[in-house]
């Protein structure tokens, strides 16, 4: 698998819809769905096909086979001190909190904002309450969330803001405004409020070895004539994308255990130096977390689930592990729902896992784990990864910014 990197500049209002609406006001996503960029890509080829899709060719292996590219979602990538895009960007793990007076990363002068998974697993075995308050003045946390990159050492929070469009309907018959009937819709702004400059978004596709060259410069050519969301016919949806250099995927997978490793056994010791020491650390054993990157869907004996369990997870990445752990799992469910474009049908309603939630585990069996952790970073976890669903990652850094260190 190769992956391109890609770069999605907003020229007018995108109108990405949450889920099936249960009023007459449509809600916006925060982001660019991986399903959505799949869609708009998928249509432009059909469009330009001079022949019909056949078993086997290159669509088909793009978007039909058993290991199709993986569309990841895009994140809004701009920051105030930039005017380029980040290609990085993550998401806040739920453990994570800030002041709830003056929330935000101190780069903007705000108190800081810092993770609490270590301390929690810590105070949890030494059976005392985990309750922090904000390193600067004192004051209450609140959970901090949301997109964030790292940029020379210091981090930076990314958002999008969105508005109302209220349009009129249109009498069919007579080709005119129809009386008394209005409707909203919520769309994503394509430029910041007050710089006036446009919006960017970054994302990622996964192709195999064999069509990536041929996919980077489908894209690269039709860069102006995709369509995002709903009522392109409107004017919305128009975007730019610039499909950046394919390059091999790389993983730092085994640096960021040990070092997650390495910090959880000093704060154990830390816990340990001041209630008093109840036990060590074994030293075969090896923790991780994985962290959702991106909304899962995840089933576990036919049911929706918002846990991932140690016999889920054997049985996402086929590693037999008896040793193995789960530890603690902050998570939160939502709904999500969508159109499909080449059915003309609404997609079901699914019930999601939200992106930012956190599982710990432990193995004794580390040598077992590493290839698996590398395949789940690259081919997600739970249904329909293909279309976004399901990204993660193997210990997110944040968890090492603790409480006096906060950013």
Known sequence: MKKINLEIKALSPLAIGRKKPGGNISEAETFIPGSVIRGAVAGQILKEANQEIEEGDDFHKLFLSENPAIFQNAYPAMIERSDKAQLEVRILPSTVLSSKSNPGFKYKKNHGVFDTLIDRFCADSYNHIYDPNCPIDGGRVDTFTGFYSQIDGKYYSHSTSNRLLTRVGINRRRAT??????????????????????????????????????????????????????????????????????????????????????????????????????????????????????????????????????????????????????????????????????????????????????????????????????????????DRTSEGFGQVQICNEFHLVFREEAK
């Open 177 to 382: 405004s129809e009386e008394q009937v209005l409707y909203s819709i919520e769309v994503l702004n394509e430029s910041k409020e007050q710089k006036k400059q446009l919006v960017i978004y970054t994302s990622t596709i996964l192709v195999p070895d064999d069509l990536a060259d041929s996919l980077h410069t489908f894209i690269e050519t039709h860069q102006d004539n995709f369509r995002l969301g709903g009522s392109s016919s409107r004017g919305l949806g128009k975007v730019k994308i610039t499909a950046k250099k394919q390059s091999d995927i790389k993983s730092n997978v085994d640096d960021r255990i040990n070092q997650f490793n390495q910090k959880l056994r000093i704060r154990w010791n830390e816990w340990g130096n001041i209630f008093g020491k109840i036990s060590e650390i074994l030293n075969n054993q090896t923790y991780f977390t994985i962290d959702l990157q991106a909304d899962a869907i995840l089933t576990e004996n036919w049911r929706r689930t918002t846990v991932i369990s140690q016999d889920m997870l054997q049985q996402f990445t086929d590693v037999d592990d008896s040793s193995l752990r789960l530890k603690s799992a902050y998570s939160s469910h939502d709904y999500r729902s969508g159109w499909n474009a080449a059915w003309g049908l609404m997609k079901d309603v699914e019930l999601v896992t939200n992106r930012g939630s956190v599982y710990l585990f432990s193995t004794e069996n580390k040598d077992l784990w590493l290839k698996a952790w590398e395949d789940l970073e690259v081919y997600g976890i739970g």
